[in-house]
């Protein structure tokens, strides 16, 4: 069975450009969460998705992230424009609706903004 | 505000010694506990988690933790240490029933040969 997969595995762009994340959870999971870690701080969850529908987006910091998860299958996490504290690793998870309490985690992107 | 603590930046180990990374919580109710470990170039990887019954808990490659509700810790353990569990280890609570995990700091551990 395929895990969490995200791409581009790093991606540096300049302050102002838009970048746009992917992720592909586990086939069949229901939930897909997005977190991010910035430079040696915890991992903060951003948002929820059940199927297609954002269960819960208050982590989300501003207005220029935009997640979504056409289909209920992969997800895209858009930075419109990305600002220099953007800059982080995103991480993804999935999980199945009969066990939320186990989240299976993708390898994460790095963001860096210049 | 409901949090995770690991107070440890850094924890370091020789091959073959127990190894203990710290974890406490802040957590109203009754806490779903968990530890992940992100190696190198990888995601997090889950670990263990403590949802209710037995406060030791065991997890994959040997690690334990155990729940105290007295001291509000989740320490995570092993026995005996591998150089191969050299690694980042995050502890994380499940926010009221919703999924969202919230993680503590993350500590390093090294073990050394």
């Known amino acids: 069975e395929a895990g969490v997969t995200q791409f581009p595995s790093h991606s540096v762009i300049e302050k102002g450009q838009t970048v746009t994340l992917r992720c592909d959870p586990i086939?069949?999971?229901?939930?897909l969460y997005w977190y991010r870690r910035v430079m040696g701080k915890e991992i903060k969850f951003l948002l929820h998705?059940?199927?297609?529908?954002?269960?819960?987006e208050s982590g989300m910091p501003n207005n220029r992230f935009l997640a979504e998860r056409t289909g209920g299958t992969y997800s895209t996490l858009k930075v419109q424009p990305a600002e220099l504290e953007d800059s982080g690793v995103y991480f993804c998870?999935?999980?199945?609706?009969?066990?939320?309490?186990?989240?299976?985690f993708g390898p994460g992107t790095r963001l860096t903004v210049t | 505000a409901q949090s995770v603590a690991q107070p440890e930046d850094q924890v370091n180990v020789a091959e073959g010694n127990p190894l203990t990374v710290k974890c406490t919580y802040s957590v109203s109710g009754n806490p779903y506990l968990f530890w992940y470990v992100q190696y190198p170039n990888r995601g997090l990887q889950f670990l263990l988690k403590y949802i209710t019954g037995d406060n030791l808990v065991k997890g994959s490659y040997g690690f334990e933790a155990e729940f105290n509700k007295s001291q509000t810790s989740f320490h995570l353990k092993k026995p005996s240490a591998l150089v191969s569990d050299s690694a980042l280890y995050f502890c994380?609570?499940?926010?009221?029933?919703?999924?969202?995990?919230?993680f503590g700091q993350g500590t390093t551990l090294q073990v050394k040969p």
């Open positions: 998705f059940v199927k297609e529908s954002k269960q819960d």
């Open positions: 086939s069949g999971h229901d939930n």
């Open positions: 998870a999935s999980s199945h609706w009969t066990d939320s309490y186990e989240q299976y």
């Open positions: 994380a609570f499940e926010s009221s029933n919703t999924g969202k995990l919230i």
